[in-house]
């Protein structure tokens, strides 16, 4: 079969549904694409630094299609199907929810990640929120088959959509190879390039509201109060969006310095593995997720992880990291400095988390995908 997969959101934009699209792309490298042609849709005006999208196709040995048009653009509504038509596709496999709603010249199946809007609607402005709310609703509708990336996600399909369980397909997320412990050497030369502290526990992620930043903020200035965690900074790595600055308002109220917190940014993907395997432990108290990526990388380079026993983290993690309310700063408080204080306790933490970490591969979920496709044509 002819399949389209609409690799559009993969740019800078779109740092985690990019990053499921290249895993996607890597697990048809690793696994071959069943003796189905893929081509892949692309919007060459799109910027991504993270990802080399030709590199991948190319590793996969698919077809990439550009499209001259961009997921926010209205265009698409029209421009999508009439190249769909153009190239015989059987089966479009839409990454977002802002796709094509009218007619296609072939069934669909669109990817959910999660349903934040719907379970902390206080975060988005009314306007917003009912735009998500109509395009979620008419994706739902004119997909033939739904691929959730998550146990959690499928059921909130269903809790918040009444989304019958058996249109949803589940194709859990991996982690590529790279995530692995790091030499001391690459770890020290990475501390040095961004100028890190010798001890570091870490968090990487955005600082959107549902991360939970200000809650580890305080949490860290309650760890901060013993000494075993004086001599350690807690590292916050990951993409800052300006309209959140609750977190750093919060740290620098409470006279938390650059001594105390090491706020870096974005970080390469490259340079992901080292400062994993640099921390002595990775803090991640989301109150939700989809799946959550960052803490299954962190085990995969052997490091201990503390993280909420919410959503999708849930059968992320597993019994291989120490799990907290997220919503109760002093138990994640606890639960950080249980890891610093025991050396056994990291060790031990850290190998199970290698394990679990080896049940996640892209190359799996590319291998699920396959079958969602031929499910959703087998109807």
Request: one cysteine or more.
């Amino acid at each position: 079969m002819r399949i389209a997969i609409d690799a559009r959101p993969c740019t800078d934009h779109f740092p985690g549904i990019a990053r499921y699209i290249a895993g996607l792309l890597q697990g048809f490298a690793d696994l071959g694409t069943g003796g189905n042609e893929i081509l892949v849709l692309h919007d060459p005006r799109g910027t991504s630094t993270r990802f080399n999208l030709p590199a991948l196709t190319a590793a996969a040995e698919v077809e990439l299609v550009p499209v001259d048009a961009g997921p926010f653009s209205p265009r698409q509504q029209w421009l999508i199907p009439l190249v769909l038509h153009r190239l015989r596709v059987d089966l479009y496999h839409a990454t977002y929810y802002l796709r094509p709603y009218g007619p296609l010249p072939c069934p669909s199946v669109t990817t959910f990640y999660d349903v934040i809007p719907r379970r902390f609607p206080g975060y988005f402005p009314p306007r917003t929120r009912a735009i998500i709310e109509l395009t979620n609703r008419l994706a739902l509708r004119r997909s033939r088959r739904i691929i959730a990336i998550s146990e959690a996600t499928k059921d909130d399909l269903w809790i918040y959509y009444q989304v019958p369980q058996e249109r949803v397909s589940v194709t859990p997320l991996g982690i590529d190879a790279s995530f692995r412990p790091q030499p001391p050497e690459i770890v020290a030369d990475l501390r040095r390039r961004l100028d890190l502290p010798e001890r570091y526990i870490l968090y990487v992620g955005s600082n959107k509201p549902h991360k939970n930043l200000p809650r580890l903020v305080r949490a860290w200035k309650l760890a901060r109060e013993h000494a075993v965690a004086q001599s350690v900074a807690l590292v916050i790595a990951g993409h800052w969006d300006p309209r959140y600055p609750e977190a750093r308002e919060l740290a620098a109220s409470l006279g938390l310095g650059d001594e105390a917190i090491c706020w870096t940014g974005p970080v390469a993907e490259s340079d992901l593995p080292a400062l994993y395997s640099g921390a002595l432990a990775f803090v991640f108290p989301s109150l939700y997720e989809g799946f959550g990526l960052p803490p299954l990388e962190a085990m995969a380079c052997g490091v201990p992880v503390v993280t909420s026993y919410t959503s999708a983290m849930r059968e992320v993690a597993g019994d291989s990291a120490l799990a907290v309310d997220p919503h109760d700063y002093h138990q994640i408080a606890e639960a950080i400095l249980h890891v610093l204080r025991g050396q056994l306790v990291r060790g031990n933490l850290g190998t199970l988390g290698i394990g679990r970490s080896r049940l996640f591969t892209w190359e799996r979920t590319a291998a699920l995908t396959l079958r969602a496709y031929r499910r959703a044509l087998q109807r």
